[in-house]
Each structure stands twice: as structure tokens, then as C-alpha cells.
């Protein structure tokens, strides 16, 4: 069952975030408030062996933020975002860091080769590997997803934030996939689709799965800027840096 103190911790999540991209000046606040729920939930339920590929690297605080939550960087390290080697795209230089953020499409073949690793070294844990709508336009995502079928990767979990934006504008705009869920079962792989800033849901979609030897996809819908009503479904705040007017505004919000 899920933790019923993962919403408030969700809370003080994006409340730390705001501030990290406040302080930095830098972009992305809208981007990282779409997942915050996911990781919260995720992150409270990981067991021994399991490992965290972020794909979506441009959510960058959140990384950090959840990484010193495990106790793999320091607590104080925070204060360093934007700074080497906390920069603004997550690197590998930081301990627990998995892939690098700048390109996107790259964390789902790295997630595969660490799944594949494991299956291969008969070691236990599962890989979360957590991406965006907009990264499914890649074609790297799908030859990942070939993979991961070939070999019955059924310790890989593809977790995607489908806050239906992306960096040009809206994802059925530039590139539409919808529905994702039949993307990915043409493709043999079993998918969950959920709310993902409903906590029970979350839970639900990522720890529910069939005793079937496939890998799984986690579909969830999101709302870019979850939280803060003049951010959210707005593609300013993709790019956006945090003023000290709208940190202020922001933070009653959370409050």
C-alpha cells in the first residue's frame, strides 16, 4: 500500500525545488513540478537493488532533491544548483546520477543495458527508468523498446511523465503518439496508465504487474507546473526563471 505521508512529502518537494530554481535563476520549474508526485511515490517504495535512470535530466533539482533524500549527495549540496557539478541538465559526475541530461531519448537505452546487465548477472532489483511524453519522439526510445521485448526484460519500468508539453509546444502538435498504450503494447510490453498526481494511482500503476515475462510502461498523465495555478499547462514556465514575485505567489500555493 502506498504511504499516506507521501503527499505532504510530495509537498516539501516542490517546495525545495522552487526554491533550488529561484535561487539559480535557472528554467525548468513547470517540467519538474509534473513529476514530483511520481518520484515521491517511487522513491518511497524502491528496495534493495533497484536503481533510478532519469532520462528526463532537465528535471535536474528534482534529481538532486531526491538523490540527497536517499542520502547519495549531501543535503547541503543543494544550495550548490546550478554549480558544477550540480548543473542545470543532471550529469553522471554526481554520485547517483545514471545518465547524462542534455540529449534527450538517451535514458531508455542506458536503462535497458543496466536491466539487460542485471538479468544477465541474476541480481535481484528492478530499473525505473523516468522520462517525458515529449523524449517518445526519439528514435532511440523505440529501438530500446525493441530491446527490452527481445529479451524479456521484465525488471525494466519505463516511467513517463506525460504532461502532454514539450519544449515547441504541445506533444500532438509537434509529434502526436496518442494514445501511448498502444504505442507500447504493438510493441509486446504490458502498460499501465494512471493519474500521476493521484498518490493511490501512482502506487497502483508502478508496483501492479502480471507474473507475464515482458517489461513494463507506466503511462501517467500529468499537468506541466502541477501546483502552482499560473504555471501549470503554461509552456512559459518550461523556460521561465522564478522572479521574486512569482516565487512568493508560488509559495502560497504550496504552502
Known sequence: MPNPTTVAKAREARKRVLTMIHKAQTSHIASNFSVIDIATVLYDNLKEGDEVVWSKGWAAASVYYFLAQQGKIPEADL??????????????????????????????????????????AKTTGKVYCIMSDGELNEGSVWESVMLAQHHKLDNLVFVIDANKWQAMGKTE??????????????????VNRANGHDHEDIYWALFHKSEIENPLVCVFDTIKGKGVSFMENHLLYHYKNVDDECYEKAMKELV
Open 173 to 190: 502538435d509537434v509529434c502526436n503518439l496518442e494514445p501511448i498504450d498502444n504505442c507500447f503494447e504493438g510493441f509486446g510490453w504490458e
Open 79 to 120: 544550495d550548490l544548483f546550478p554549480n558544477a557539478p550540480y548543473l542545470g541538465l543532471a550529469e553522471t559526475t554526481v554520485n547517483g546520477v545514471l545518465c547524462n541530461g542534455g540529449a534527450v531519448g538517451h535514458g531508455a537505452p542506458i536503462a535497458v543495458g543496466i536491466a539487460l546487465g542485471k538479468k544477465r
